[in-house]
């Protein structure tokens, strides 16, 4: 591990860390952002030592944002373990710790909020409706909140960093928004704080997610440039994990999000989204055809 270990300081209002963040920059001091919802495992303590290594100091936000759960999600069951997030957060680097309460996020009902276009619709966003506006409109008010700086993100949540990148840039946002690589298990796994749902029985099948990434990657690799046939190959991949319960299997434009260029060409992104018993689990892989 890298770092200090000297204890982050935790800042609960926006007024306080702004204050904070325009005395650092006063200094001369680049700040770096890790948006996350806490429960902080290898994946953000990643994220959080890239920003160290590329900023004077950083700020971890830690906010479960009920915006972009949908009624019937895990809202209320989202993992939420503060003291071990700020261990993490002391270890990887971050000099603040952002963790504000519901009210100061949202002090009253929300009416403005970020309405995305189509690359929200398809993929994570066709079985979860409005789950990228709730995240787009709290990323814009994290953007807002800490002003000028370089933003993090993992790539497992690939879906996420495209829509993130292109707020950023559509509503002309003084951010750098970084994608970071994914951090897995050594069977393959993607960390999510999700994982955490897994039974024993479903964490030896989690791993099937990579495996079909790997089987569609290989296909095109090897010459397939039909989207579908390589769509179908993870698919059976997926489905012979008998607790798998897919959601998509998707090759696609890593730009537009969509099947775009029949037949496959030049960069293509594979993506995959299955159920094991309450855990959704995402991953994806890039790859060239043509
Ligand atoms: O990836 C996450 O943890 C969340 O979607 C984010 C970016 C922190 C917004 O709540």
């Known amino acids: 591990m890298t770092g200090s270990a000297s204890r982050p300081v935790v800042e609960d209002t926006i007024r306080g860390l702004r204050a904070r963040l325009d005395e650092a920059r006063a200094g001369g001091q680049r700040v770096g952002l ?25 700020v971890a936000s830690i906010f479960v ?105 559509d509503l002309s946002l003084p951010v750098r928004v970084v994608g970071c690589p994914t951090v897995r298990e050594p069977d393959g796994l993607a960390l999510s704080s999700r994982n955490a749902y897994l039974s024993e029985a479903e964490r030896v099948q989690a791993p099937v997610l990579r495996r079909a990434l790997e089987a569609g990657a290989a296909l095109v690799e090897a010459g397939e440039t039909d989207g579908a046939a390589v769509e179908a190959r993870m698919a059976a991949v997926i489905g012979s994990a008998s607790l798998a ?36 689990l995402i991953d994806n892989l890039g790859c060239r055809a043509g």
């Open 34 to 58: 890790v948006p996350t919802m806490g429960f902080l495992h290898a994946g953000h303590r990643s994220l959080i030592e890239r920003a160290r290594s590329e900023n004077d100091l950083v």
């Open 65 to 169: 944002n009920p915006l972009q759960f949908s009624p019937g999600e895990d809202f209320d069951d989202y993992p939420r373990d503060l003291d071990h997030d700020l261990a993490v957060c002391a270890w990887a680097g971050a000099g603040i710790v952002f963790a504000p309460g519901r009210h100061e996020m949202y002090p009253g009902p929300v009416v403005t909020t970020v309405r995305l276009g189509t690359l929200a619709d398809v993929l994570c966003g066709a079985s979860r409706p409005g789950h990228f506006d709730g995240v787009a409109t709290v990323v814009a008010k994290l953007f807002s909140i800490v002003g000028e700086c370089s933003a993090y993100f993992g790539e497992k949540d690939f879906q996420q960093l495209t829509i993130v990148r292109r707020m950023a840039r």
């Open 245 to 280: 319960r897919i959601d998509y299997a998707a090759a696609v434009d890593p730009a537009t999000l969509t099947r775009g260029q029949q037949p496959l060409q030049g960069d293509v992104r594979l993506l995959v989204a299955a159920r094991f018993g309450k855990a959704r």
